[in-house]
């Protein structure tokens, strides 16, 4: 089977996020175990968490998590093994909870424990910029001598930068003078994915080390660099990594192509890494559990395309 599974980061959560997943009773376990540890009815978030609250690190990424754990719970039982996954950011996480490494409370507590450490690493204070339309040497330039690096590099002309509020306002100016036709900022608080978050990452390997996670089932690709990870120990390392570096999710998605991957499947929240897969990879079937009605209708597009 030449499925690779995709596990979205932060950014596209909404209160109705797990409405799909309610009839399924193992996608309902999930829900009911991520609403009791972070102490929120996840099926009623629209009247229990104001929108932008939903952006703090300390239930989305929890939140992230559950969402593809709990799609996964619903489809793994309906299609074959896939060829490996990845995930995006805190999506990482989930990938090894969906490959068997972690179960899913185990999963969702260390989620909440990384969001923690991340709030906590006062110098990582900031925001994130994405740009598209300039390459990554002319992005390094716009980065180099200010409080600002590339955090995520999606694709030849497409990253996140992350940095202090008044640089990304001026890197966003120079950018869009310089030929970006997106420059947009992203609703988070925190300069993830650089050396702003050294001191997390040193916290979190910790916490992972005492975790007492197995080796995944199936191949997780590294945020760091595209590898295929086999074993808990080089995740750990992995994990704890693409906290205080950048995240290449360009080189994971040439990875899983070079693996043999014939479709890509993201369990949501959202469609973000499916839809930048059809701009960069048309010819390479790309969908998100977003894009379904009902866990029967993906897990039809999964058998329709995956074999």
Known sequence: MGLVILCPGQGAQHAAMFA????????????????????LDLLRLETTVPGERL?????????????????????SSRIDTPLAFAGYSIGELAAYGCAGALGFIDTLRLAQRRAALMDACARATGGMLALRGLNEAHVRVLCDGRDAA????????????????????????????????????????????????????SAFETVLGASGARDPDVPVLAGIDGSAIHGWPRAIQSLAAQLRQTIRWDLCTESAIER????????????????????????????????????????????????
């Not at 799909?20 to 102490?39: C, F, G, K, Y």
């Not at 420059?183 to 300069?191: A, G, Y």
């Not at 059809?278 to 993906?298: L, N, T, V, Y």
Request: with cysteine; net charge negative; aromatic share 6%.
């Open 150 to 201: 590339i955090a995520i590099a999606n694709a030849d002309d497409h990253f996140v930068v992350g940095g202090a509020h008044g640089v990304l306002e001026e890197i966003a100016e120079r950018a869009a003078q310089q030929g970006a036709h997106t420059v947009r900022r992203l609703p988070v608080s925190i300069v993830s994915h650089t050396a702003a978050l050294s001191d997390a990452a």
């Open 55 to 75: 952006f703090d690190n300390a239930i989305a990424q929890p939140l992230v998590c559950a969402a593809a754990l709990g799609a996964w719970h619903a489809l």
């Open 20 to 39: 799909t997943l309610t009839a399924d009773p193992l996608a309902r376990e999930v829900i009911e175990a991520a609403s009791e540890l972070v102490d």
């Open 260 to 307: 043999g991957a014939t479709a890509f499947f993201e369990l949501g929240p959202g469609a973000a890494l499916s839809r930048m897969l059809q701009q960069s990879h048309p010819e390479i079937p790309a969908r998100s559990f977003a894009d379904f009605r009902s866990i029967s209708g993906a897990a039809r597009w999964i058998e329709s395309v995956a074999y």
